[in-house]
């Protein structure tokens, strides 16, 4: 990996952080899972994972550290990463692919979070339900996010993808 990746890849990790908590009066609308979502689809598996702990990690150090920090690190980055293998057989780079991909990754994201609480409260499906409307609210900012930031992040990221 070379610097300028590295470089391309933490103005992201900045991006999504300001994002991030420039968007916290909002429930679970924030530009994080988008950037790591076109991120990934364009620089390849490494950029989203790497994203998704710089991004995670550095925005709960303003908003929060806990135990939900690890799940939202394992969620994104599990989104990184099959966003990347995605991206990496899609020649084309259709932009209702990744639109789709934001989409469902809202309630991925969600459901992997409930699994997370699980782990440490023993309710799964009760979280899971009451969490729909919020995963919803994700979803949805997602698809807006991707919409605003495709046309220039698809863009720029092709001249710096990963090796």
Known sequence: MRLSQLTTISLLAALAVVGRIFFQFLPNIQPVSSII????????????????????????????????????????GIIGLIVGFIGM????????VVLTISLISGYVYGFILSLGTYTYSGTFFAYYIAGLPFDTLHAIGNVIFTILLYPFLAKNLPKQALS
């Open 37 to 76: 979502i076109l991120s990934a689809f364009y620089l390849g598996p490494l950029a989203g994972v790497l994203l998704a702990i710089t991004a995670a990690y550095v925005s709960n150090l303003a908003l929060g550290v806990g135990i939900w920090t690890i799940w939202q690190i394992i969620s994104w």
């Open 89 to 96: 057989k899609c020649w084309n780079k259709p932009f209702m």
